[in-house]
């Protein structure tokens, strides 16, 4: 019996297509093996590659201006990657609004003058803090966020104006789930395991004018010109999790695309939120106006009673909802793979777990 995955990464995946993928696990397409046994070099899987690229670029308007790779390392070797890629006058803007985002920025110290402009975490991140043009060095070289925090449960309800200074977003968990203005970005970037497909591959969308600008350090395996030149292939890559991903895109499509999903998170989001409000039992600390609809932190009255709350329901179906060290009590993450009746399964247990221990 497959239970409700709340985790926060690697999450869920959508059940068609685990079971079209698991129809093609043997032998792919006729191909007579497994993607995970195919040359990178080969016509089928440079076709899943050219695939992945034309789906993402539909189902996310990305304009010809701008590449699109799948490279392997996970959202947190382009924290380097960033500065390594976009260093010229040897300073950075950073927006701290959670751990990732922390992170981003202590790696970039390592390259340039970074610099925090703003942080929510006097108040543990459950806010974000909201900036103006003016707050930015005119002569940073990029400014750097992160769209939706994993662990805080938090997201930008508006996209800074940094007027002619590249934006560069990590939107590992929030990617797909919402329509967005490319244009408005410099770089966006996203670990596949939370929205997108298995761990392996990270997307990564960087405007073409900006990939000439690399430091001379920058190893050739992290310059995005290496991978847009070479269309990913340029060493082998993460094919097995490019295809799941690919596959994921298609399901998207043929479901109505980002809008469609869109309105289904915001759906998921709402009668969970809605519930936390309304009881006197459960409470969400992030700032209403920046709560995530991905990723919903709760606690109960106590630590012990969380520690409770995360063992019953395991046994009920309900997996990996404990919530992150740094937070505590409990996440759910309600990704797109997310179906409706998981949240509304995950509401009833929470009213059952309220009344028995209130």
Known sequence: MRVYNFSAGPSMLPL????KVQSQLIDYNGSGMSVMEMSHRSKPYQEINDKAESLLRELLSVPENYDIIFVQGGASTQFEAVPLNLTVNGKADYIVTGNFAKKAFKE???????RCVASSED?????IPKVKRDDFRKDADYVHICFNNTIFGSHYNYV???????LVADMSSCILSEEIDVSKFGVIYAGAQKNVGPAGVTIVIVRKDLQDR?????????RWKTQTEQKSLYNTPPCWSTYVATEVFQYLKDNGGVKAMHERDVEKA??????????????????????????????SPSPELDAKF????????????????????????????MPVEGVKALIEFMKKFEKENA
């Open 16 to 19: 068609p297509v685990l079971e």
């Open 214 to 222: 690399f430091m001379p350090i920058c190893p050739t395996m992290l």
């Open 310 to 337: 995360v063992a019953e329901a395991g046994k009920a179906g309900l997996v990996s909802i404990k919530g992150h060290r740094l937070v505590g009590g409990m996440r759910a993450s309600i990704y797109n793979a």
């Open 108 to 114: 970039a110290g390592k390259y340039t003058d970074a």
């Open 270 to 299: 709402k009668m969970l939120y809605d519930y936390i409000d309304g009881s006197d039992f459960y409470t969400n600390n992030v700032a209403k106006e920046d709560r995530s609809l991905m990723n919903v932190p709760f606690v």
């Open 123 to 127: 108040k543990n991140f459950t806010y």
């Open 160 to 166: 800074p104006d940094t007027g002619d200074i590249p």
